[in-house]
């Protein structure tokens, strides 16, 4: 009887489309579920993520497991997930793509899961980082461990969301460093971050991941921008 009244009084609703979630659903409805636009990224060599970075940086392995499109049911997750403070949603997505990424060979490879850092300033005022939960999950699943503390913000910054192509490039390129030792030389680092745009942010965190000695870096995201 009380969970009739709480699912009554707060109902819950799909966090892609915003309907009423049935009795089997969690999260995300079969509807919103079955239209996802799934890359299929990590089927394809050359894919839009790894082009991103050729001729810049060498990147072992990238993907990004959704399309982005204005007003669709990806942005309606990354909103809910990064402003809601719906973490379950980066829950349920990293479950869903580790099983992608499981049987890819250069994620084998990988020693470490490292996130795209917010700055201090920004995490106090946000509350969390938006990418947490989705690297946990791959975590969870593909048994890498998780390194919040290796790559950080140098400074704040306002959001880049508006910006164009070269300037968020500029920004970028000072924001990002490691606190490296030696224990961290010799290492596969897979970075994680929730949209890629103009790639210019992944692009300077894997600048500063590649300072460390015989490192090399591979790049995850959520979602991919089509422009």
């Known amino acids: 009887m009380l969970k009739y009244l709480i699912n009554l009084l707060f109902p819950k609703l799909c966090l892609g489309c915003n309907a009423l979630l049935l009795n089997n659903e969690k999260i995300i409805c079969s509807e919103c579920n079955h239209n996802l636009p799934h890359t299929n990224h990590h089927f394809l060599e050359h894919n839009d993520t790894t082009k991103k970075f050729y001729g810049i940086i060498p990147i072992e392995f990238s993907a990004s497991m959704l399309y982005f499109h204005h007003k669709g049911i990806v942005q309606n997750l990354i909103h809910n997930l ?94 990002f460093d490691v606190n490296f030792t030696e224990a961290d030389q010799n290492k596969h680092f897979l970075l994680v971050d929730d949209v890629m745009t103009s790639g210019a942010t992944l692009e300077s965190c894997a600048k500063a991941l590649l300072k460390i000695p015989n490192s090399k870096v591979s790049v995850v995201t959520i979602a991919y921008t089509l422009s």
Do not use: M
Not at 113 to 118: A, H, N, Q, S
Not at 120 to 130: A, D, F, H, S, T
């Open 82 to 175: 990064k402003y809601k403070n719906h973490q379950e949603v980066g829950s349920l997505l990293g479950k869903w793509y580790a099983k992608d990424l499981e049987n890819i060979s250069q994620i084998q490879t990988v020693s470490e899961i490292i996130p795209v850092p917010l700055h201090k300033k920004r995490l106090e005022e946000r509350g969390y980082n938006q990418v947490t939960t989705f690297c946990e999950a791959l975590s969870k699943e593909l048994e890498i461990p998780y390194n919040p503390n290796l790559l950080y913000r140098s400074r704040y910054s306002k959001t880049q969301t508006k910006k164009d192509k070269e300037n968020r490039k500029d920004i970028a390129n000072s924001l």
